[in-house]
């Protein structure tokens, strides 16, 4: 095993340390005096225009960074990730999402520990295309011969997070007539709701889960086929034996899993299975066969272009110089507000209702990676790591928490993306509405970089107390993002962006980012407590004094 570099040692820490302690922030300043900060700062990351110059960095800075991603090996690091080392070192695992969406035909060929990797994800890819394309054409029927009209994904995570995201950004590209609910929640209401108002003979049940055990997604699943055989029956179709429940099953639900034979241990027809490999983390598996429901309903060949957008940033990464790699650089702007400016959390503003879900699908990206105490040899990291990552869509969030950024007492370095042309443009009375909208997305990272001083404030009439109310401090950091729209590639450029940002922050702290064993021990425990809850009281006297409490409210208020 390489062993991880600890970053605190390297003489980039050093200089960064020393820019630290004599640094002040001027963006108005920097902007006054250097005409070509904004070319200079502004780099282009396949269709996307990347504005950096409105971070709090100089050149000598950023000369800085780049040196401690050398220091600490982020090429070396990406290099062995692509060639499949096992870089996730407590699972003793390969780590290949990058693999996922190598073009067919690609040279030299991957193969990894013995597997044929290309010829595998190719394998898969033509069993996707081969299914979306029987059940949207209408060629696969449910069990009384109709042609599907919703597909319901039950998962969790990485199952469900990036699908969701994904359909709800890419929904104007929908043409099937398919439409897709997400189920992931234990909370009955999920799937209460999910399935109100479907009619059990067009309803097609993805279950979608790499581990085929998590107890929500099983649960659910379940919950979906007691729903199936119900409503079917209510709708007078027989389903009272055994081999007629099984003939339901097979005709309503598929499953995504790399554990095939807990698939058919559940009843669904192993040839309806789609498989994907343990080299795939959960959160970086939406262009796995965990983007089934995306192929339904997109359709395959925006799917596939998803995919080359991911690539197009994959290629990026691997081509092109640390000073001008916009992934790597992103990450050590990260860095350098988490580790020398204090920053604590990161928010991600885009200025595109399509992209709504996209801070909920980075929370598990960047959080479950990067949210980490040791390093990758289970040495204690020497410095803070992973952010709190967090964000709304604007105009909505500026209406909410904005105000904390602008003039709050916290360092949030934000992300704002847009798109130049809308999916769905209006005018209001002649007014371009989405022109207006991108007049915010401007608006906003001016007045966090440059603020308004008091002088300023005054020059307008205000007077006495007001004056520092109505100031503004700038030096607020932000990146600006910008596309021209919102095509699938785009989407997959955007997904693969925060992955290798996230990659680099975890090789400069020395951490595994694709292990999530915090997740585990609150799994173990809710299967401990829920036969507490339900009356077992040597459970009960097992737990903690507060556990206890919590459980005699909840068993002095059931209904
Ligand atoms: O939250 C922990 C986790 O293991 C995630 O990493 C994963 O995406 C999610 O659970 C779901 O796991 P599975 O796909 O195995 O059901």
Redesign the pocket.
């Known amino acids: 095993m390489t062993a991880p570099i600890d970053p605190t040692t390297t003489s980039a820490w050093a200089e960064l340390s020393a820019h630290q302690a004599s640094f002040t922030p001027d963006l108005r300043g920097w902007f006054a005096s250097d005409a070509t900060r904004v070319e200079r700062f502004s780099l282009p990351l396949a269709d996307l225009h990347v504005d950096l110059s409105k971070n709090l960095v100089t050149d000598e800075i950023l000369s800085s960074l780049v040196k401690l991603a050398e220091e600490t090996g982020v090429a070396d690091r990406y290099a062995a990730m692509l060639a499949g080392e096992h870089i996730n070192t407590t699972e003793d695992r390969a780590v290949l999402h990058t693999a996922l969406r190598r073009p067919a035909g690609m040279e030299p060929a991957l193969e990894v520990d013995g597997q044929d990797v290309d010829g595998d994800v190719q394998s898969v890819l033509s069993a996707i295309d081969a299914f979306a394309d029987r059940v949207r054409s209408g060629e696969w029927k449910g069990v009384t011969g109709k042609a599907v009209t919703h597909i319901v994904n039950i998962?969790?995570?990485?199952?469900d997070l990036g699908p969701v995201m994904v359909y709800e950004a890419l929904e104007p590209y929908a043409n099937a007539g398919i439409e897709a609910r997400f189920v992931s929640n234990i909370d009955p209401t999920d799937m209460g709701q999910k399935v109100k108002g479907l009619d059990p003979e067009t309803t097609l049940f993805i279950v979608?889960?790499?581990?085929?055990?998590?107890l929500e997604?099983l649960t659910n699943a379940r919950l979906a086929r007691d729903w199936l055989w119900d409503s079917l029956a209510e709708a007078g179709v027989s389903v009272a034996t055994d081999a007629e429940k099984d003939d339901a099953v097979a005709h309503h639900f598929v499953a995504v899993s790399t554990a095939l034979d807990k698939v058919a241990a559940f009843g669904i027809d192993p040839a309806n299975a789609f498989g994907f490999w343990d080299w795939v983390?959960?959160?970086y598996s939406v262009d796995s066969a965990i983007g089934l429901s995306l192929a339904i309903s997109l359709g395959p060949d925006t799917f596939r272009e998803l995919l080359a957008g991911f690539h197009a940033v994959d290629r990026h990464v691997a081509e092109t110089p640390l000073e001008k790699n916009v992934p790597v650089l992103m990450g050590l702007l990260n860095v350098w507000y988490v580790n020398f400016l204090g920053a604590q959390s990161h928010a991600v503003l885009p200025y595109a209702q399509q992209l709504h879900r996209f801070a909920a699908y980075l929370q598990q990206l960047t959080m479950?990676s990067n949210g980490k105490s040791v390093m990758w040899d289970g040495s204690p990291v020497t410095t803070e790591t992973g952010e709190i990552f967090w964000g709304e869509p604007g105009t909505n969030g500026q209406h909410a928490f904005y105000q904390l950024i602008h003039q709050g007492t916290k360092l949030i370095p934000a992300d704002f993306i847009a798109v130049v042309n809308p999916a769905y443009p209006l005018e209001d009375g002649g007014q371009d509405v989405h022109a207006l909208f991108l007049a915010n997305y401007l608006a906003q990272t001016k007045a966090l970089a440059f603020g308004k001083t008091a002088e300023e404030v005054e020059a307008e009439g205000t007077t006495g107390a007001l004056v520092a109310a109505r100031t503004f401090a700038g030096n607020k950091p932000t990146t600006s993002i910008f596309a021209p729209s919102l095509t699938p590639s785009v989407l997959g450029q955007l997904i693969a962006l925060y992955e290798h940002i996230t990659f680099t922050q975890s090789v400069v702290w020395g951490i595994n980012a694709f292990d999530?064993w915090g997740?585990e021990l609150g799994k173990k425990l809710a299967l401990e407590i829920a036969p507490a809850i339900e009356g077992d009281d040597a459970a009960l006297s097992a737990q903690d004094a507060s556990t206890q409490a919590l459980i005699a409210f909840y068993r002095a208020n059931r209904a």
């Open positions: 998962g969790i995570g990485g199952s979608a889960s790499k581990t085929f055990t998590t997604t983390g959960g959160r479950e999530q997740v």
